[in-house]
């Protein structure tokens, strides 16, 4: 029965997106079709290129919470130059820098001088989006040159380009996590940052690098996006940060820190994905769906504190109370 109860708590994201989706597929027949599927995954790709770096920040034990701002000033901004000079390689390297600098400031501000990792970057949610409605005066920045537009459209085969960047990031993520160092250091510095230090981890190093990862990954997200788009509202990543962290919470990663697993990160991509996709199948307001997702993140916290004391008394009455209270930390899994 205990073996069970782990069983549930830590794949409960999988066991209800079986269940959305046969709701969906019962209540529209046109939900369960391939081309949908297809329109899911291109829906939450740049999602999930946000999420999942997200997902190993809050493992550390911290959170970034200025991402959907750091993807819209980048997107404004690759997109002034490229307007500006033609050349979409330099629009490009533009939203990197911006992703370094942001990255960079919030790990400066958190990892090194312990300011508390909300405060900031709600702050700098607050910065990076007026920037952008700044810099363009709110206007919607258009006449990009056709080889960055066409990164928009091109596939290969029946899979879209922005679906196969996902993939290779899951898969990047995945290994990240599991097979070097870096990604066992993360769960320990999440575990208990003091006890870490002691092991030997560079805790502020790490945590600095992951802040940097994750606002550059942000940055490329939002050029996708205008990629996609054609255009790049300054707009384009507002409320990408409650989604994102929606689906990392859905994904079983505790906010607490020290777990979470790769494979639960997608399962929580995929929840919010279909939701969202089968609400405007059904012909519901988008701002019911607003409501819906905040809701959803609502619902993940509390879970999130119910299944972690969940697995700690499981696991301590079977006997291994201090090794495995957090398991997705000792051993994580696909």
């Avoid at 899951?170 to 070097?180: C, E, F, S």
């Avoid at 300054?234 to 962290?245: D, F, Y």
Wanted: aromatic letters at 6%; proline letters at 3%.
């Amino acid at each position: 029965m205990n073996r069970l109860k782990i069983f549930i708590a830590q794949n409960g994201t999988f066991l209800a997106l079986v269940v959305l989706i046969a709701f969906f597929a019962v209540m529209n027949p046109r939900f369960l079709t391939f081309n949908n599927g297809q329109t899911i995954l291109l829906q939450i790709a740049e999602l999930g290129l946000i999420a999942l770096p997200l997902a190993f920040l809050v493992m550390a034990g911290t959170l970034d919470l200025s991402v959907g701002s750091v993807a819209s000033l980048s997107a404004v901004v690759s997109a002034s130059v490229m307007v500006s000079t033609g050349n979409a390689l330099l629009g490009f390297a533009a939203a990197i820098g911006v992703g370094l600098v942001a990255g960079a400031l919030n790990g400066l501000l958190v990892a090194y001088l312990k300011l508390n990792a909300l405060v900031i970057t709600l702050g700098f949610l607050s910065v990076w989006g007026g920037l952008a409605l700044f810099l363009t005066d709110g206007a919607t920045l258009t006449g990009f040159p056709e080889s960055f537009t066409a990164l928009g459209t091109m596939s290969f085969g029946p899979i879209s380009l922005q679906v196969i960047i996902l993939i290779l990031f899951t898969v990047g993520a995945w290994y990240l996590l599991n097979r070097l160092p870096i990604g066992r250091n993360v769960l320990a510095i999440g575990g208990n940052s003091r006890a870490a230090h002691l092991m030997g981890i560079n805790v502020q190093r790490t945590q600095f690098l992951l802040f940097i990862l994750t606002s550059v990954c942000a940055a490329i997200a939002g050029v996708l996006l205008s990629a996609k788009l054609h255009s790049a509202p300054p707009t384009v990543g507002t409320g990408m940060e409650i989604q994102a962290l929606t689906v990392v919470l859905l994904g079983g990663v505790a906010l607490e820190g020290g777990a979470g697993r790769i494979s639960g990160v997608i399962a929580g991509l995929l929840f919010v994905g279909v939701l969202r996709n089968g609400l405007v199948i059904m012909g519901v307001s988008q701002f019911l769906q607003t409501i819906l997702i905040g809701a959803t993140l609502v619902v993940a916290v509390l879970l999130d504190g119910s299944i972690q004391r969940l697995l700690k008394r499981t696991w301590s009455n079977l006997g291994a109370p201090e090794k495995t209270a957090k398991p997705a930390a000792a051993a994580p899994t696909t």
